[in-house]
């Protein structure tokens, strides 16, 4: 098992990043709270989960041990693959999603894209008494200059992440006329909302 990775940041979107340590790029999968955490800096130290498959060898990552904490514990959720649990953590960041497991909130979870209703009470009820606040989550957010850049990251994202590109770039458009300002992973998680 792989703790943690430390090197240089070769890439970075908001649903991967490539990091390279001692001459191994290594792809990781992330969420859009670890893409906030690392947008801007060149070198890094990020968690591990690995996920062998008949097919594949995945490797998911996390800027903090307590995001991978809440994937483990929404993977261990009967119906709740590794890549739902991205999506989870990529529409509600992990202190909001705490809330919302505390606060037995069917209605946010029932807004990620691939949660349904049953799902949801399941995530509820299994870990409702699994959850506890968790200090030192980090939600930092950064702006891309370009409004085009961010709209092109964000399309080629929710792409990533399933969604029909035409679809994608419509509700992209509409989140930037209506709010230009917004960081990329801003308009990625009110874009999965809409959806």
């Not at 990091?19 to 290594?26: K, N, P, Q, R, S």
């Not at 999968?29 to 893409?35: D, K, P, V």
């Not at 969604?163 to 989140?175: D, G, L, W």
């Amino acid at each position: 098992m792989i703790e943690y990775i430390k090197g240089e940041i070769v890439e970075l979107t908001p649903t991967r990043m490539i990091i390279e340590c001692a001459g191994i790029g290594y792809e990781l999968n992330i969420s859009l709270n670890t893409y906030s955490y690392y947008n801007g800096k060149q070198t890094g130290k990020i968690y591990v989960y690995e996920v062998i498959r008949e097919d594949a060898h995945l490797l998911f990552g996390f800027a903090e041990k307590a995001e991978r904490e809440l994937f483990l514990m929404l993977t261990s959720v009967s119906g709740v693959g590794p890549n739902t649990a991205r999506m989870i953590l990529s529409s509600l960041p992990p202190s909001e999603l705490i809330q919302v497991i505390a606060n037995k909130n069917e209605t946010a979870l029932t807004a990620v894209k691939g949660i349904g209703l049953k799902t949801a009470q399941r995530i509820l009820v299994d870990l409702r008494n699994k959850v506890k606040p968790i200090e030192g989550i980090t939600t930092g957010t950064t702006t891309i200059a370009e409004s085009g850049a961010i709209a092109e990251e964000a399309v080629a994202a929710l792409v990533m992440l399933g969604f029909q590109k035409a679809a994608s770039q419509k509700a992209v458009t509409t989140i930037l006329k209506g709010s230009p300002a917004l960081a990329v992973e801003q308009v990625i998680k009110t874009a999965l909302r809409m959806l």
